[in-house]
């Protein structure tokens, strides 16, 4: 079993849409999560760290479940320049973990 | 502004052929970690290092070398061991060990000819 899962997708959807995200970490001792964004040949940028009680930065808003192991992404109002790939991130020790990541398109 | 500067972006490379791929940072970072990313996966860790003069395998390592003999500056060379080295490499820094995120490099796209 992979330590970070996510669906890969791709998900399209129209403007406007609201879209979320799951992830499953395996690792219960994990402190950290975080989102990061992809864009097509390019570096994961940091997107906004995931706190137990749940946190919102504009049209996103991340959530953390510790006793499933499970991590959320909401974005609402998507935009056309939403388009990228949605990576789950998880510490452990002396790194962090990478989920595969999930495709999302937003169309016109 | 400060950053992670990796170079080349674009790289290529002979069979038998030992190459290295730079990453600088300016971040006054202490630990830098090196990925590898292929098409549709996750990124996996070669290689990091926590301080200067140290550094640890991480899953993938085999095939691959580093060195970190100052805070700034973590090269890592792809070796003719490493059999399939065709992917992205992505170099990483960080301020403590694992608990904050990552700034990322630009990259370097590594390529067998």
């Known amino acids: 079993r992979k330590e970070v899962e996510q669906d890969p997708g791709p998900f399209n959807v129209p403007e406007g849409a609201t879209v979320a995200f799951n992830c499953t970490y395996s690792?219960?001792?994990?402190?950290?999560f975080f989102w990061y964004r992809q864009d097509c040949r390019k570096e994961p940028k940091l997107l906004m760290s995931?706190?137990?009680s749940g946190n919102e930065d504009g049209r996103f808003t991340a959530q953390l479940n510790r006793a499933s192991q499970y991590i959320s992404l909401l974005i609402r109002d998507s935009k056309l320049s939403d388009s990228a790939t949605y990576l789950c991130?998880?510490?452990?020790?002396?790194?962090?973990?990478f989920g595969a990541g999930t495709r999302l398109t937003v169309k016109p | 502004d400060g950053g992670i500067t990796q170079s080349p972006k674009y790289l290529f490379r002979k069979e038998g052929q030992n190459v290295t791929l730079s990453c600088e940072q300016n971040?006054?970072?202490?630990?830098m970690y090196w990925y590898r990313q292929d098409p549709g996966q996750g990124l996996r860790l070669i290689y990091y290092?926590?301080?200067?003069?140290?550094?640890q395998k991480g899953d993938i390592a085999e095939g691959y070398s580093v060195s970190r003999e100052k805070k700034e500056s973590f090269p890592l060379t792809v070796t003719s061991a490493q059999k399939n080295p065709t992917a992205f490499y992505l170099c990483?820094?960080?301020?403590?060990?694992?608990?904050?995120?990552?700034?990322f490099g630009s990259g370097t796209r590594l390529t067998v000819v």
């Open positions: 971040l006054n970072h202490d630990a």
């Open positions: 290092s926590q301080i200067v003069n140290d550094f």
């Open positions: 990483a820094s960080s301020i403590v060990t694992g608990s904050y995120g990552y700034t």
């Open positions: 991130v998880v510490n452990r020790v002396n790194d962090m973990r």
């Open positions: 690792n219960s001792a994990s402190q950290s």
């Open positions: 995931v706190y137990s």
